[in-house]
T-cell receptor, first 114, second 114 residues
Framework: SQTIHQWPATLVQPVGSPLSLECTVE??????LYWYRQAAGRGLQLLFY??????ISSEVPQNLSASRPQDRQFILSSKKLLLSDSGFYLC?????????????FGPGTRLTVL | QKEVEQNSGPLSVPEGAIASLNCTYS??????FFWYRQYSGKSPELIMS????GDKEDGRFTAQLNKASQYVSLLIRDSQPSDSATYLC??????????????FGQGTELSVKP
């Protein structure tokens, strides 16, 4: 069966510091991968998605970036965090073989920027 | 008009009753629809997928889709306190050759009272 991991689970960072969040998927090959952010009391905002190694599509222009160095690894980064970057960051995957785009979420990283 | 709209709630039902959650969407070309359950502080969990007009049942859950009215709903029979959560409606926006992107509603908070 497929499993998706995210770490760290929680993170407290000062404004202006860098960020690196990692997501890995087990039990599947060539997945579509997604990064979402959920601000407190708000809906899910799609940040980036990737259909393959090195292929990244950005949904929201901001100080975040994403990379996919391996088939089942997806990394979210920032060089300098802003207060507005606080939120619940969720990684998700879907199968490229099935066209309906059922997405399955990881446990998430709760980021607080102070 | 938002692409996917849900009543934010909270929706309060007594234990054992039927909870009815509603969602409307704006893109007539949408083909895939999903319901996610999100407990407070946790990541969303996929509970139902529906692709064809009509009803789809899975245990106590029934998803209903009416593409002509651009309406999808989730019924929870014999509601239990453990069903208390936020329910997110998601609609797939097709991207050629890439599966698609899920557009989420803001979620409906359900509270089941013992």
């Amino acid at each position: 069966s497929q499993t998706i991991h995210q770490w760290p689970a929680t993170l407290v960072q000062p404004v202006g510091s860098p960020l690196s969040l990692e997501c890995t998927v087990e039990g599947t090959s060539n997945p579509n991968l997604y990064w979402y952010r959920q601000a407190a009391g708000r809906g899910l905002q799609l940040l980036f998605y990737s259909v393959g190694i090195g292929q990244i599509s950005s949904e929201v222009p901001q100080n975040l970036s994403a990379s996919r160095p391996q088939d089942r690894q997806f990394i979210l980064s920032s060089k300098k965090l802003l207060l507005s970057d606080s939120g619940f960051y969720l990684c998700a995957w879907s199968s490229r073989l099935v066209g309906h785009n059922e997405q399955f979420f990881g446990p998430g990283t709760r980021l607080t920027v102070l | 008009q938002k692409e996917v709209e849900q009543n934010s709630g909270p929706l309060s039902v007594p234990e054992g009753a039927i909870a009815s959650l509603n969602c409307t969407y704006s893109d007539r070309g949408s083909q895939s629809f999903f319901w996610y359950r999100q407990y407070s502080g946790k990541s969303p969990e996929l509970i139902m997928s529906i692709y064809s007009n009509g009803d789809k049942e899975d245990g106590r859950f029934t998803a209903q889709l009416n593409k002509a009215s651009q309406y999808v709903s989730l019924l929870i029979r014999d509601s239990q306190p453990s069903d208390s959560a936020t329910y997110l409606c998601a609609v797939n926006r097709k991207i050629y050759n890439q599966g698609g992107k899920l557009i989420f509603g803001q979620g409906t908070e359900l509270s089941v009272k013992p």
